[in-house]
T-cell receptor, first 116, second 115 residues
Framework: GNSVTQMEGPVTLSEEAFLTINCTYTATGYPSLFWYVQYPGEGLQLLLKATKADDKGSNKGFEATYRKETTSFHLEKGSVQVSDSAVYFCALSEWLKGGSNYKLTFGKGTLLTVNP | KAGVTQTPRYLIKTRGQQVTLSCSPISGHRSVSWYQQTPGQGLQFLFEYFSETQRNKGNFPGRFSGRQFSNSRSEMNVSTLELGDSALYLC??????????????FGPGTRLTVL
């Protein structure tokens, strides 16, 4: 079945440091890829997405590129802020031709803490 | 547009009881999905509804059930609660109903504690 593997945290950085959170996936068909963020006590917020190979999703300074050859969707940000402290989830959804198979498969999540 | 809303936000129940959680999707969204989030298992898919029909179901026992109404609002029910059902239950809605590139938007969740 489909699966998502993301780097285990926690990740602790100083403000203005560079961030990379690795994400790789296994899927059949044609997955779309997502990064969601969860702040303490809240639900999930969509951070960015990419729907086909070589697409780059970006939002709020975060970027991720859909790499089909390496089955990866790594999250990056050039300069993190304290307010970026949260749990980040990589996810895939897959649409199978001929029917609906719509669900998100999530990675385990990576806790990011940014210190001032 | 208002986001996905879930009620109640917090619930405390005892083993053996049953519980009903409610979700109102974003206006115009017809697909509603439910997920369970626990520290040990992470985020797991429960089921998805579209136009009042359950289209997909995750690997959960029959104690977990749901339904969707004609206005797209959805409820999920858990009967005969067990301690392991303690979790954050997240509802998500999507505008396109599962076509390629569709996006799910999540509510704040209902925190269920089973004592």
């Amino acid at each position: 079945g489909n699966s998502v593997t993301q780097m285990e945290g926690p990740v602790t950085l100083s403000e203005e440091a560079f961030l990379t959170i690795n994400c790789t996936y296994t899927a059949t068909g044609y997955p779309s890829l997502f990064w969601y963020v969860q702040y303490p006590g809240e639900g999930l917020q969509l951070l960015l997405k990419a729907t086909k190979a070589d697409d780059k999703g970006s939002n709020k300074g975060f970027e991720a590129t859909y790499r089909k050859e390496t089955t990866s969707f790594h999250l990056e940000k050039g300069s993190v802020q304290v307010s970026d402290s949260a749990v980040y989830f990589c996810a895939l959804s897959e649409w199978l031709k001929g029917g609906s198979n719509y669900k998100l498969t999530f990675g385990k999540g990576t806790l990011l803490t940014v210190n001032p | 547009k208002a986001g996905v809303t879930q009620t109640p936000r917090y619930l405390i129940k005892t083993r053996g009881q049953q519980v009903t959680l409610s979700c109102s999707p974003i206006s115009g969204h017809r697909s509603v999905s439910w997920y369970q989030q626990t520290p040990g298992q992470g985020l797991q898919f429960l089921f998805e509804y579209f136009s009042e029909t359950q289209r997909n179901k995750g690997n959960f026992p029959g104690r977990f059930s749901g339904r969707q109404f004609s206005n797209s609002r959805s409820e999920m029910n858990v009967s005969t609660l067990e301690l392991g059902d303690s979790a954050l239950y997240l509802c998500a809605s999507s505008p396109l109903g599962g076509v390629m590139g569709d996006t799910q938007y999540f509510g704040p969740g209902t925190r269920l504690t089973v004592l």
